[in-house]
């Protein structure tokens, strides 16, 4: 079996990095980007650049309006993200490097220091003015009692704390992710078609310097030629098992 195999590879492993993309969190009823059902087969990208959301009141209302519908803020961790956070407990894994904005992982229990956010989390909105910080759920209660375009108390434009197409990768996150990349021994990826860069040259440069590449993705990926073993099912349960047999 795949699963089997990719005990093997980790097994004597010590340096684990786990890379996630949308596909682990779809078990917690947030759907995926770029799946046969993803977020984009209904909203059109270019929408979401930075440029039309900064200068377009409309492009933001529909923004918020989907913040509010999306149940991001709702959901809560799977057997997938409970089991990576069991996996850092046993001090095997260097960290977790993730596309995602649902700050999934840090609800299921990795500490801070063990996340690299690629995209930002969308959990806090920053005014793009005065750049205070405050709790999205709280913009989005503003959105539901009326307030279709809600600002900041300055009057500026409040943007959730996530890379819209057009900005920039925060600088610091790739920098860590990268030196993780280096330092690693092996790699995990879960949930990501691993066509989105620069985010995949993470697991890609592991890969390329020679640690073994597991991948485990209901659907083709990207990087299915570099990888060790590619286990086609789906993350919780997958992830659930490995991590139990890596701890026994």
Known sequence: MTIDRAIDVLATRESILVFTGAGISTESG???FRGPDGVWTRVDPSEFTIDRYLSNADTRRRSWTMRQESGL??????DGHRAIADLWQTGR???CVTQNIDGLHAAAGLPPESIVELHG???TTS?????????????VSRVVAGEADPRCSCGGILKVDVVFFGERMPAAAMTRAMAWAAACDSVVSVGS???????SYVPLTAAEAGAPLVIINQGST????????????SSGATLRTIVDALID
């Open 30 to 32: 947030i759907p995926d």
């Open 73 to 78: 803020l709702e959901a809560s961790p799977n």
């Open 93 to 95: 894994m260097i960290g």
């Open 121 to 123: 989390n969308a959990r």
């Open 127 to 139: 005014c793009v003015e005065c750049g205070s910080t405050t709790p999205t759920a709280d913009v």
């Open 193 to 199: 078609t691993l066509s989105v860069y620069p985010a």
């Open 222 to 233: 990207d990087l299915d030629r570099v990888a060790t073993v590619v286990v086609a099912e």
